[in-house]
């Protein structure tokens, strides 16, 4: 069965810091791992994937992520924390991309401090 | 805008009752998502449908039931509604595997549920 571990319910950083959210997963087979954001009152806007081409994946905002298979980690990062960045990321994982199921990690609340 | 709707947008009934949560897909997409999500369980998968046909299941309850119309519209049921129902509900729709942006979900607004 997959799973998604999501390292840090909350995390705080400054305006213009480093965004560091952690996530690792378990899957029996090759993943299919996606990032979405969720603004207050909102639904779930997707801001990048992994669907087991480039390993550096760029996606909306400014944000990326890299897949590294030895740690069984996809962590999101962004160089420079926004106000508008404030919001709760899921990380989440399939076994096929649009054909199967997503297992959502517990999501992280990214607070941005002025 | 993802292209996804989900009527209502809001919905507070009883325990007891039973109500009906609608989701359009966007168009052309053959697969229909439900998700549940709630404060103590997170985002869970409910069931998918494919092209009016039931694909995967997941944490369902019995008391929940869903189907998709041949206009691929679908429709989740939730019946005998308890307080612990209370969550938000999201839809998603992908596109045929073998098309573009087959590899993603796109997700509706949801539709939150309060029982009393």
């Known amino acids: 069965a997959q799973s998604v571990t999501q390292l840090g319910s909350h995390v705080s950083v400054s305006e213009g810091a480093l965004v560091l959210l952690r996530c690792n997963y378990s899957?029996?087979?090759?993943?299919?791992l996606f990032w979405y954001v969720q603004y207050p009152n909102q639904g779930l806007q997707l801001l990048l994937k992994?669907?087991?081409?480039?390993?550096l994946v760029k996606g909306i905002n400014g944000f990326e992520a890299e897949f590294k298979k030895s740690e069984t980690s996809f962590h999101l990062t962004k160089p420079s924390a926004h106000m508008s960045d404030a919001a709760e990321y899921f990380c989440?994982?399939?076994?096929?991309?649009?054909?199967?199921?997503?297992?959502f990690g517990q999501g992280t609340r990214l607070t941005i401090n002025p | 805008d993802s292209g996804v709707t989900q009527t209502p947008k809001h919905l507070i009934t009883a325990t007891g009752q039973r109500v009906t949560l609608r989701c359009s897909p966007r168009?052309?997409?053959?697969?229909v998502y439900w998700y549940q999500q709630s404060l103590d369980q997170g985002l869970q998968f409910l069931i998918q449908?494919?092209?009016?046909?039931?694909?995967a299941k997941g944490n369902i309850l019995e008391r929940f039931s869903a189907q998709q119309f041949p206009d691929l519209h679908s429709e989740l049921n939730l019946s005998s509604l308890e307080l612990g129902d209370s969550a938000l509900y999201f839809c998603?729709?992908?596109?045929?595997?073998?098309?573009?942006?087959?590899?993603?979900?796109?997700f509706g607004p949801g539709t939150r549920l309060t029982v009393l």
């Open positions: 449908y494919y092209n009016g046909e039931e694909r």
């Open positions: 168009s052309g997409d053959l697969s």
């Open positions: 899957s029996s087979v090759p993943p299919y």
């Open positions: 992994y669907t087991s081409a480039a390993t």
């Open positions: 989440a994982v399939s076994e096929k991309p649009g054909a199967q199921k997503l297992v």
């Open positions: 998603a729709s992908s596109a045929e595997p073998g098309l573009a942006s087959a590899d993603t979900q796109y």
